[in-house]
């Protein structure tokens, strides 16, 4: 059982370039998309393209409307892509663009006529289709591209670098198994596209000989025994021994195919597998897309002209340069404004971290001490008010002490919030404060009368000085056969005793409740 690799191994770079060698990082990649409203036959026509261009392209390259251009260039640096091919179609006709990435030049064709893979293949007699030829790149021929002018040489420059280059002293002949021809016609001004299979076959053997070489099974149903089937000359077709002598080459190297070996002689044949095209170059700009016009094939413009819109994209290029200048600019201001918020808030963070838990409790603790003295206070003015209420004169000095209240901001923070009464409560206490402030003075002797409940006296005995509830005797009604002593107190508020409240003056349980019952 092998070794795992480690993770070292897997990270190591020597081994990441291993799996991808340096001349298939260095062959020229290219992207083949179409853009804009565009018919199913140039959809069509542009996987065709990709299959022309296979393997270095992106086979299976799904563009979509909202992509672009930016976007594929984005990438290309990533996926080492250096040119793209891109299609076209208006009203007018279809169009192909060849731009070299990332910063140009850009050459614009327009596309005469075109046909489909599939329909060439189809219209042939004999088709031969492999797809083994599909996995090296092919061979570009260019006829007649020696004409005058530097679009000229642009163009061909172009085409020629679209294709890996080949080494004459390291070339493998059985990998060049396609070829790409472009044939220049100077009087019609178009370039026409063929797409080709190479083949070699044996040559100077008869066909039954050539079937046997090639490991074709021969058919033996008209001949006695294998010698007849070799020397009968009718087997033979009229074609077979009409190859052009131009045709054939002694191989130097052995092909894949069966009889085409080394210092044989073959004749080389082609078949083609589409699609074609015919385009006419119509312009050449300097940038990506968008730069200046170094050559048109319909429009011709003066130098004054030219120097003009020279003049208008070098001020364009200009207020570019300072709109991206300001945005960093402005990008840069907010980020340190951000790193200074963040600063500040880091720093009140430190800020209260270093008061102490002690200090806190200190604080804590003061709170707690001022807020039992205001309570303590509360309570003595409580007990001298009801003093004089109950009396009717000022209390002596050392009976109640009294205690300035210490004023307290509102924003000071005393440790504790203001208890609140609850409705029930709130109500209860008015009700005990109304029953006090009718509290009349008869001959010394202190009496209650409760305004709504004005049945019951209020009377002292004379031994134990006790405080007692009786109530009035009424005509028609059963009187109390004694009076009980009111021994308990009931707390109202703060866990003080409510001193003005009525006892219990009946015997035995309420049978209801209602108004008279508290």
């Known amino acids: 059982m092998g070794k795992r690799k480690g993770k070292c191994a897997k990270k190591n770079p020597a081994s990441k370039q291993a799996l991808e060698p340096e001349h298939l990082v260095k062959a020229p990649h290219s992207f083949v998309i179409h853009r804009g409203q565009c018919s199913k036959d140039l959809m069509d026509l542009t996987k065709d393209f990709r299959k022309l261009m296979e393997p270095f392209t992106a086979a299976q390259l799904k563009e979509r409307k909202k992509n672009t251009i930016k976007d594929f260039l984005s990438i290309s640096g990533y996926l080492h892509v250096s040119h793209m091919i891109m299609f076209t179609e208006t009203e007018l006709g279809t169009y192909m663009r060849l731009a070299r990435l990332p910063r140009g030049p850009t050459l614009t064709f327009r596309v005469h006529n075109y046909s489909l893979a599939r329909d060439v293949i189809s219209s042939l007699k004999k088709q031969y289709v492999m797809m083994k030829a ?90 006695r025994d294998m010698s007849e089937f070799f020397d009968k000359a009718a087997l033979m077709s009229e074609s077979e021994f009409e190859d052009d002598p131009n045709s054939q080459v002694v191989l130097p190297q052995t092909l894949s195919s069966r009889g085409a070996a080394a210092d044989s002689k073959s004749a080389i044949r082609l078949f083609e597998l589409g699609p074609r095209i015919s385009f006419q170059l119509i312009k050449v700009e300097d940038g990506l897309m968008d730069g200046e016009v170094l050559f048109h094939e319909l429009v011709e413009k003066t130098d004054e002209e030219k120097a003009l819109i020279k003049k208008k994209r070098e001020e364009k290029k200009r207020q570019k340069e300072k709109r991206k200048a300001q945005q960093e600019e402005n990008v840069k201001r907010k980020q340190e404004h951000k790193e200074e918020l963040k600063q500040k808030a880091l720093d009140g963070i430190k800020r209260k971290k270093e008061v102490t838990e002690s200090q806190r409790l200190m604080e804590l603790a003061a709170a707690e001490s001022q807020n039992t003295a205001d309570m303590e206070q509360d309570e003595d003015d409580d007990d001298a008010d009801y003093y004089r209420k109950e009396v009717g004169a000022e209390p002596e000095q050392d009976l109640f002490t009294e205690k300035r209240k210490r004023k307290v901001d509102d924003d000071s923070n005393r440790g504790f919030k203001k208890m609140r009464l609850d409705k029930k409560l709130k109500k209860k206490f008015q009700k005990h404060q109304d029953v006090g402030k009718n509290v009349q003075q008869d001959g010394g002797k202190k009496k209650f009368q409760n305004q709504e409940h004005g049945k019951r006296k209020f009377q002292r005995d004379q031994d134990g000085g006790k405080r007692r509830f009786t109530k009035k005797p009424e005509d028609g009604k059963n009187k109390h056969k004694g009076q009980k002593p009111f021994n308990k107190q009931r707390k109202v508020f703060g866990g003080k005793v409510n001193k003005l409240n009525r006892g219990k003056g009946r015997e035995g349980k309420a049978k209801g409740k209602g108004k008279n019952r508290k």
């Open 134 to 223: 599909f996995q090296n790149a092919p061979l570009i021929v260019l006829n007649s591209f020696s004409g005058e002018g530097m679009h000229m040489k642009l163009m061909a420059t172009m085409f020629q670098n679209m294709f890996p280059t080949i080494n004459i002293t390291t070339v493998k002949l059985k990998n060049i198994r396609r070829c790409v021809l472009m044939n220049y016609n100077p009087s019609t001004k178009l370039i026409d596209l063929r797409h080709y299979a190479i083949r070699a076959t044996p040559v100077g053997l008869n066909k039954g000989t050539k079937k046997m070489v090639q490991g074709k099974i021969p058919n033996l149903n008209r001949c």
